[in-house]
């Protein structure tokens, strides 16, 4: 089985997840190739022990994300960071010549994204994908693939959604997400946005015009410190958008939510397609 060996920029929860999931890697038993994890890079090297504990494959442990991108046994990256910190690493990644697994979003801003983007397009040999796991479930490919037959007719309405309750205690203390400088000015929508946009863009669903109700539910949180801070990112955020159908040039609206405040939910991902031949609904309540 050909090995694709991993480095791994940011060894936090979402660092862990993806060190988890390569473990996991053996139940796919139809696969043909593997990831295999070979190198870690974080500011804190406290975190390192538990990447040592779990995975004997880890030659190398390092503060500084260029080392890594130096070891010739890294061929791929998966990189978790705060947004801020994107921009760079992202390009530096891609002018390496290393295959990039991103967490999203692609840039705290427009102007970061662009950087990025005119990194891949001048690096074409670098696969780089960010992931969501949603458009994968089974019933989610059958609704990808009724669209792309035409089989749901003109659509009527599009609802989608991405809903947890992670921030509903307001005693939690305040994080780098509540704050502009490293989360970016979008709060919620560049956190959870991707996961929700991504099968209505696919689609080619675009929005044309758009209405907001962005909620700041809780204004200032612990610091840690025995004091408040001020959380400067918004917590939820409906949209209301009047979307194009690229396919048929017909308007149609679609709701999309990202709820980071959203009590009774955790991790729900949804997606709701009405049509005048076809209609489908699908949440990760109920996925089967």
């Known amino acids: 089985m050909k090995r694709i060996r991993f480095g791994i920029i940011g060894c936090g929860l979402m660092g862990r997840e993806f060190a988890v999931a390569a473990a996991r890697w053996p139940h796919l038993t ?11 890079c974080d500011a804190d090297e406290a975190l390192f022990s538990w990447y040592a504990d779990n995975f004997a494959s880890i030659g190398q442990a390092t503060r500084d994300y260029r080392e890594l991108l130096a070891n010739p046994q890294v061929e791929a990256v998966y990189c978790a960071v705060p947004h801020n910190l994107y921009e760079e690493i992202y390009v530096a990644v891609i002018r390496a010549g290393k295959h990039l697994m991103g ?7 427009r102007t970061a994204n662009a950087a990025i983007l005119a990194s891949l397009a001048a690096h074409p040999a670098v696969f780089a994908r960010c992931c969501s796991q949603f458009p994968f479930f089974p019933a989610v490919q059958r609704i990808a693939r009724m669209i792309e037959a035409g089989e749901f007719g003109q659509i009527i309405e599009v609802e989608a959604g991405f809903l947890h309750s992670s921030d509903l205690d307001p005693g939690k203390p305040l994080n780098w997400k509540r704050i502009v400088r490293f989360n970016g000015e979008y709060g919620c929508m560049g956190d959870l946005g991707m996961h929700v946009c991504h099968l209505p863009f696919r689609a080619g669903w675009i929005p044309q015009n ?5 909620s700041n539910v809780v204004p200032q949180r612990p610091d840690g410190r025995g ?5 400067e990112t918004w917590d939820n955020a409906v949209l209301l958008c009047e979307t194009v159908d690229s396919a048929t040039g017909a308007t149609f609206p679609m709701t999309l939510k990202t709820q980071r405040i959203a009590p009774g939910e955790k991790n ?3 997606l709701k397609v009405l049509g005048t031949r076809a209609s489908a609904r699908f949440s990760t309540k109920n996925p089967k």
């Open 103 to 109: 967490e999203k979003p692609f840039g705290i801003d």
């Open 268 to 270: 729900t991902w949804y």
């Open 227 to 231: 004091g408040v801070e001020p959380c």
């Open 210 to 214: 758009v209405r907001a109700v962005l």
């Open 30 to 40: 139809e696969m043909d190739v593997a990831p295999e994890i070979v190198a870690v």
